[in-house]
Protein backbone atom coordinates (compact mmCIF):
# COMPACT_ATOMS: atom_id res chain seq x y z
CA UNK A 1 0.00 0.00 0.00
CA UNK A 2 1.19 3.24 -1.03
CA UNK A 3 2.19 5.58 2.11
CA UNK A 4 5.34 5.76 4.54
CA UNK A 5 6.15 3.88 7.10
CA UNK A 6 9.15 4.73 9.80
CA UNK A 7 11.02 1.70 10.27
CA UNK A 8 10.94 2.61 14.45
CA UNK A 9 7.19 2.29 13.57
CA UNK A 10 5.39 -1.25 15.11
CA UNK A 11 2.24 -1.28 12.93
CA UNK A 12 0.45 -4.68 13.55
CA UNK A 13 -2.76 -3.47 11.46
CA UNK A 14 -3.79 -4.05 8.02
CA UNK A 15 -6.46 -1.78 7.85
CA UNK A 16 -4.57 1.09 6.70
CA UNK A 17 -5.44 3.15 3.64
CA UNK A 18 -3.34 4.72 1.00
CA UNK A 19 -1.65 7.90 1.60
CA UNK A 20 -1.50 7.70 5.18
CA UNK A 21 2.31 8.37 6.69
CA UNK A 22 3.09 7.05 9.82
CA UNK A 23 6.16 8.59 11.89
CA UNK A 24 8.97 7.31 13.98
CA UNK A 25 7.50 5.42 16.92
CA UNK A 26 4.44 5.11 16.19
CA UNK A 27 2.44 1.48 17.53
CA UNK A 28 -0.42 0.52 16.05
CA UNK A 29 -2.28 -2.34 17.68
CA UNK A 30 -3.44 -4.99 14.84
CA UNK A 31 -7.59 -4.50 15.14
CA UNK A 32 -7.03 -0.63 14.31
CA UNK A 33 -8.62 0.77 10.78
CA UNK A 34 -6.50 3.66 9.84
CA UNK A 35 -8.25 5.73 6.50
CA UNK A 36 -6.11 7.60 3.75
CA UNK A 37 -4.22 10.34 3.76
CA UNK A 38 -3.53 10.94 7.38
CA UNK A 39 -0.23 11.82 9.15
CA UNK A 40 0.68 10.04 12.62
CA UNK A 41 3.23 11.70 14.03
CA UNK A 42 6.03 10.27 16.48
CA UNK A 43 4.78 8.63 19.75
CA UNK A 44 1.80 7.75 18.96
CA UNK A 45 -0.26 4.66 20.47
CA UNK A 46 -3.49 3.58 18.86
CA UNK A 47 -5.11 0.38 20.32
CA UNK A 48 -7.01 -2.45 18.75
CA UNK A 49 -10.85 -0.74 18.48
CA UNK A 50 -9.93 2.59 17.56
CA UNK A 51 -11.54 3.66 13.98
CA UNK A 52 -9.57 6.57 12.52
CA UNK A 53 -10.97 8.25 8.99
CA UNK A 54 -9.80 9.90 6.05
CA UNK A 55 -7.36 12.93 6.09
CA UNK A 56 -6.62 13.15 9.64
CA UNK A 57 -3.76 14.62 11.55
CA UNK A 58 -2.73 13.36 14.93
CA UNK A 59 0.58 15.22 16.28
CA UNK A 60 2.92 13.58 18.64
CA UNK A 61 2.28 11.96 22.15
CA UNK A 62 -1.17 10.84 21.94
CA UNK A 63 -2.89 7.66 23.03
CA UNK A 64 -5.96 6.67 21.49
CA UNK A 65 -7.33 3.90 23.92
CA UNK A 66 -10.56 1.37 22.45
CA UNK A 67 -13.70 2.98 22.27
CA UNK A 68 -12.27 6.14 20.32
CA UNK A 69 -13.57 7.13 17.22
CA UNK A 70 -12.17 9.85 14.93
CA UNK A 71 -14.11 11.02 11.87
CA UNK A 72 -12.45 12.82 8.70
CA UNK A 73 -10.78 15.75 8.57
CA UNK A 74 -10.18 16.00 12.18
CA UNK A 75 -6.99 17.54 13.70
CA UNK A 76 -5.79 16.27 17.17
CA UNK A 77 -2.93 18.14 18.81
CA UNK A 78 0.15 16.99 21.08
CA UNK A 79 -0.31 15.42 23.97
CA UNK A 80 -3.84 15.14 23.71
CA UNK A 81 -5.29 12.62 26.33
CA UNK A 82 -8.42 10.20 25.75
CA UNK A 83 -9.87 8.02 28.30
CA UNK A 84 -12.45 5.26 27.81
CA UNK A 85 -13.09 4.13 31.51
CA UNK A 86 -14.72 6.56 34.07
CA UNK A 87 -13.62 4.32 37.02
CA UNK A 88 -10.29 3.65 36.36
CA UNK A 89 -8.68 1.20 39.23
CA UNK A 90 -4.82 -0.19 38.90
CA UNK A 91 -5.47 -3.86 37.37
CA UNK A 92 -8.95 -3.93 37.84
CA UNK A 93 -10.35 -3.46 33.77
CA UNK A 94 -13.86 -2.54 32.94
CA UNK A 95 -15.69 -5.32 29.97
CA UNK A 96 -17.51 -2.43 28.77
CA UNK A 97 -15.49 0.72 26.94
CA UNK A 98 -17.10 3.28 27.16
CA UNK A 99 -17.18 4.79 23.46
CA UNK A 100 -16.07 8.82 22.87
CA UNK A 101 -16.38 10.30 19.30
CA UNK A 102 -14.50 12.84 17.35
CA UNK A 103 -17.10 14.41 14.48
CA UNK A 104 -16.26 15.44 10.77
CA UNK A 105 -13.65 18.75 11.12
CA UNK A 106 -13.14 19.05 14.53
CA UNK A 107 -9.94 20.40 15.78
CA UNK A 108 -8.51 19.45 19.42
CA UNK A 109 -5.71 21.74 20.54
CA UNK A 110 -2.42 20.73 22.52
CA UNK A 111 -2.71 18.77 25.81
CA UNK A 112 -6.87 18.79 26.01
CA UNK A 113 -7.99 16.17 28.05
CA UNK A 114 -11.05 14.24 26.53
CA UNK A 115 -13.62 12.52 29.02
CA UNK A 116 -14.72 8.81 27.97
CA UNK A 117 -18.21 9.33 26.97
CA UNK A 118 -18.07 12.65 24.87
CA UNK A 119 -18.69 13.75 21.69
CA UNK A 120 -17.08 16.70 19.50
CA UNK A 121 -19.47 17.73 17.43
CA UNK A 122 -18.58 18.43 13.65
CA UNK A 123 -15.84 21.62 12.72
CA UNK A 124 -15.80 22.28 16.46
CA UNK A 125 -12.44 23.40 18.61
CA UNK A 126 -11.09 22.66 21.76
CA UNK A 127 -8.74 24.53 22.81
CA UNK A 128 -5.45 23.77 23.79
CA UNK A 129 -5.20 22.46 27.74
CA UNK A 130 -9.30 22.53 27.71
CA UNK A 131 -11.24 19.53 29.96
CA UNK A 132 -13.76 18.30 27.94
CA UNK A 133 -16.33 16.72 30.29
CA UNK A 134 -19.46 17.38 27.93
CA UNK A 135 -20.43 16.98 24.77
CA UNK A 136 -18.90 20.06 22.47
CA UNK A 137 -21.59 20.96 19.87
CA UNK A 138 -21.59 21.30 16.10
CA UNK A 139 -18.97 24.52 15.41
CA UNK A 140 -18.83 25.41 18.61
CA UNK A 141 -15.17 26.71 19.97
CA UNK A 142 -14.41 25.35 23.94
CA UNK A 143 -11.91 26.53 26.32
CA UNK A 144 -11.34 26.01 29.93
CA UNK A 145 -11.18 23.51 32.66
CA UNK A 146 -13.97 22.21 32.61
CA UNK A 147 -14.38 23.17 28.41
CA UNK A 148 -16.68 25.98 27.92
CA UNK A 149 -18.61 27.21 25.22
CA UNK A 150 -16.50 30.53 23.85
CA UNK A 151 -17.90 31.46 20.95
CA UNK A 152 -19.10 29.59 17.91
CA UNK A 153 -17.22 29.37 14.42
CA UNK A 154 -17.45 31.20 11.84
CA UNK A 155 -19.52 30.51 8.26
CA UNK A 156 -17.26 30.01 5.42
CA UNK A 157 -17.71 33.20 4.24
CA UNK A 158 -16.13 35.13 7.51
CA UNK A 159 -18.10 35.66 10.73
CA UNK A 160 -20.10 39.16 10.76
CA UNK A 161 -20.26 41.11 13.99
CA UNK A 162 -23.57 42.71 13.72
CA UNK A 163 -24.52 45.49 15.58
CA UNK A 164 -27.88 45.91 16.66
CA UNK A 165 -30.30 48.96 14.88
CA UNK A 166 -30.32 52.11 15.99
CA UNK A 167 -33.04 52.64 19.16
CA UNK A 168 -36.53 53.55 17.66
CA UNK A 169 -37.69 56.82 17.73
CA UNK A 170 -39.13 58.50 21.03
CA UNK A 171 -42.58 58.59 18.66
CA UNK A 172 -44.76 55.67 17.76
CA UNK A 173 -44.70 54.82 14.36
CA UNK A 174 -47.70 54.84 12.07
CA UNK A 175 -48.75 51.39 11.50
CA UNK A 176 -50.70 52.39 8.50
CA UNK A 177 -47.70 53.94 6.69
CA UNK A 178 -45.92 50.36 6.75
CA UNK A 179 -46.92 47.45 4.35
CA UNK A 180 -46.12 44.12 4.67
CA UNK A 181 -43.78 42.24 4.61
CA UNK A 182 -42.34 45.47 5.94
CA UNK A 183 -41.90 45.83 9.55
CA UNK A 184 -40.69 48.50 12.15
CA UNK A 185 -37.03 48.78 12.84
CA UNK A 186 -36.87 45.63 10.48
CA UNK A 187 -32.65 45.34 9.76
CA UNK A 188 -31.23 42.86 6.65
CA UNK A 189 -27.97 43.07 8.26
CA UNK A 190 -27.57 39.18 9.08
CA UNK A 191 -25.74 36.81 5.91
CA UNK A 192 -28.32 34.24 6.60
CA UNK A 193 -31.11 35.93 4.85
CA UNK A 194 -34.06 34.68 5.83
CA UNK A 195 -33.42 35.55 9.80
CA UNK A 196 -34.12 39.25 10.37
CA UNK A 197 -33.40 41.64 13.47
CA UNK A 198 -36.61 43.72 14.24
CA UNK A 199 -35.82 46.91 16.33
CA UNK A 200 -39.71 47.44 18.04
CA UNK A 201 -40.85 50.62 18.62
CA UNK A 202 -40.26 52.54 22.09
CA UNK A 203 -41.67 55.90 24.28
CA UNK A 204 -39.89 57.16 26.66
CA UNK A 205 -40.94 59.86 29.02
CA UNK A 206 -40.19 60.52 33.05
CA UNK A 207 -42.34 57.53 33.82
CA UNK A 208 -39.84 55.11 31.76
CA UNK A 209 -39.69 53.23 28.34
CA UNK A 210 -42.62 51.95 27.15
CA UNK A 211 -42.20 48.94 24.18
CA UNK A 212 -44.57 47.45 21.94
CA UNK A 213 -45.56 45.45 18.99
CA UNK A 214 -48.59 44.98 16.87
CA UNK A 215 -49.62 42.02 14.89
CA UNK A 216 -49.47 43.11 11.47
CA UNK A 217 -47.42 46.24 11.81
CA UNK A 218 -44.50 45.54 14.35
CA UNK A 219 -44.60 41.43 14.34
CA UNK A 220 -43.59 39.12 11.39
CA UNK A 221 -46.47 36.61 11.94
CA UNK A 222 -49.48 36.47 14.37
CA UNK A 223 -48.22 34.59 17.32
CA UNK A 224 -50.04 31.83 18.47
CA UNK A 225 -48.25 30.97 21.57
CA UNK A 226 -45.08 32.11 23.85
CA UNK A 227 -42.74 30.70 26.15
CA UNK A 228 -39.60 32.79 28.71
CA UNK A 229 -37.00 31.23 29.26
CA UNK A 230 -35.04 32.21 32.50
CA UNK A 231 -32.63 31.00 35.56
CA UNK A 232 -30.04 29.70 32.71
CA UNK A 233 -27.00 29.07 34.12
CA UNK A 234 -24.20 30.94 31.95
CA UNK A 235 -22.50 27.57 31.19
CA UNK A 236 -25.30 26.44 29.90
CA UNK A 237 -26.96 26.40 26.21
CA UNK A 238 -30.64 26.17 25.13
CA UNK A 239 -31.92 25.78 21.35
CA UNK A 240 -30.10 23.90 19.63
CA UNK A 241 -32.65 22.60 17.22
CA UNK A 242 -34.51 23.76 13.65
CA UNK A 243 -38.34 23.91 13.11
CA UNK A 244 -39.87 22.57 10.29
CA UNK A 245 -42.85 24.81 10.02
CA UNK A 246 -42.70 26.99 13.22
CA UNK A 247 -41.69 31.14 12.81
CA UNK A 248 -40.33 32.76 16.15
CA UNK A 249 -39.29 35.84 17.43
CA UNK A 250 -36.76 36.22 20.04
CA UNK A 251 -36.61 39.17 22.65
CA UNK A 252 -33.90 39.32 25.79
CA UNK A 253 -36.21 40.68 27.87
CA UNK A 254 -34.14 41.41 30.74
CA UNK A 255 -30.30 40.69 30.88
CA UNK A 256 -28.83 39.65 27.82
CA UNK A 257 -27.51 36.21 25.76
CA UNK A 258 -25.99 35.28 22.35
CA UNK A 259 -28.35 33.58 19.83
CA UNK A 260 -26.80 31.41 16.74
CA UNK A 261 -28.26 31.23 13.49
CA UNK A 262 -27.55 29.19 10.84
CA UNK A 263 -29.28 27.78 7.48
CA UNK A 264 -26.29 25.41 6.79
CA UNK A 265 -24.98 27.41 4.54
CA UNK A 266 -24.28 30.24 6.67
CA UNK A 267 -23.94 31.52 10.33
CA UNK A 268 -24.13 34.58 12.56
CA UNK A 269 -24.57 35.59 15.66
CA UNK A 270 -25.96 38.05 17.83
CA UNK A 271 -26.09 39.58 20.82
CA UNK A 272 -29.73 40.40 21.92
CA UNK A 273 -29.31 43.00 24.75
CA UNK A 274 -32.44 45.35 25.00
CA UNK A 275 -35.70 44.47 25.08
CA UNK A 276 -36.87 46.61 22.16
CA UNK A 277 -34.62 44.18 20.26
CA UNK A 278 -35.95 41.23 18.73
CA UNK A 279 -34.26 38.38 16.20
CA UNK A 280 -36.62 36.32 13.49
CA UNK A 281 -35.64 32.98 12.52
CA UNK A 282 -37.88 31.12 10.50
CA UNK A 283 -38.76 27.52 9.74
CA UNK A 284 -35.52 25.66 8.40
CA UNK A 285 -32.53 27.58 10.29
CA UNK A 286 -30.70 26.22 13.28
CA UNK A 287 -31.53 28.42 16.57
CA UNK A 288 -28.96 28.60 19.49
CA UNK A 289 -29.07 30.72 22.85
CA UNK A 290 -26.57 30.70 25.27
CA UNK A 291 -24.51 32.84 27.32
CA UNK A 292 -27.18 33.93 29.41
CA UNK A 293 -26.46 36.80 31.42
CA UNK A 294 -27.51 35.88 35.53
CA UNK A 295 -30.80 38.30 34.65
CA UNK A 296 -31.64 36.99 31.85
CA UNK A 297 -35.36 36.32 30.58
CA UNK A 298 -35.82 35.89 26.84
CA UNK A 299 -39.18 35.88 25.33
CA UNK A 300 -40.30 33.81 22.46
CA UNK A 301 -43.25 34.65 20.14
CA UNK A 302 -44.23 31.21 18.31
CA UNK A 303 -46.36 30.67 15.23
CA UNK A 304 -47.71 28.03 15.94
CA UNK A 305 -48.63 25.60 19.18
CA UNK A 306 -46.39 23.22 20.40
CA UNK A 307 -45.72 20.55 18.26
CA UNK A 308 -42.83 17.76 19.22
CA UNK A 309 -42.67 16.13 15.74
CA UNK A 310 -42.03 19.74 14.21
CA UNK A 311 -38.33 19.79 15.63
CA UNK A 312 -34.99 18.88 14.32
CA UNK A 313 -32.93 17.81 16.78
CA UNK A 314 -30.02 16.47 15.53
CA UNK A 315 -28.01 18.55 13.24
CA UNK A 316 -26.34 15.96 10.59
CA UNK A 317 -30.69 14.97 9.81
CA UNK A 318 -30.46 19.32 9.40
CA UNK A 319 -27.88 19.49 7.12
CA UNK A 320 -29.13 17.04 5.04
CA UNK A 321 -32.71 18.60 4.96
CA UNK A 322 -31.39 22.09 3.88
CA UNK A 323 -28.84 20.23 1.17
CA UNK A 324 -31.75 18.63 -0.36
CA UNK A 325 -33.59 21.57 -0.50
CA UNK A 326 -30.64 23.87 -2.02
CA UNK A 327 -30.59 21.21 -4.91
CA UNK A 328 -26.57 20.16 -3.37
Given amino acids: MAGYRHPTSLIAST ?10 FVNICEGAVIGTDCNICDHVFIENEVIVGNRVTIKCGVFLWNGVTIEDDVFIGPGVGFTNDLYPRSIVHSETRVPTLVRKGASIGANATILAGVTIGM ?17 AIVRGNPARIGRYL ?26 PPSHAGESRLLSVPAV ?9 DLRGTLSFGEIGAHLPFAPKRYFLIYDVPSKDIRGEHAHR ?11 DCRVVVDDGRSR ?24 YSHDAVLLVLASEEYDPEGYIRDYDEFLRLTSSTNGH
Fill in 15 to 24: NIGDGTRIEA
Fill in 123 to 139: NAMVGAGSVVTADVPPN
Fill in 154 to 179: ESGAGRRKIAPPSPASESPPSPASES
Fill in 196 to 204: RLFQMPSIK
Fill in 245 to 255: KLEQLLMCVAG
Fill in 268 to 291: DEVTLNRPDLGIYIPPMVWGIQYK
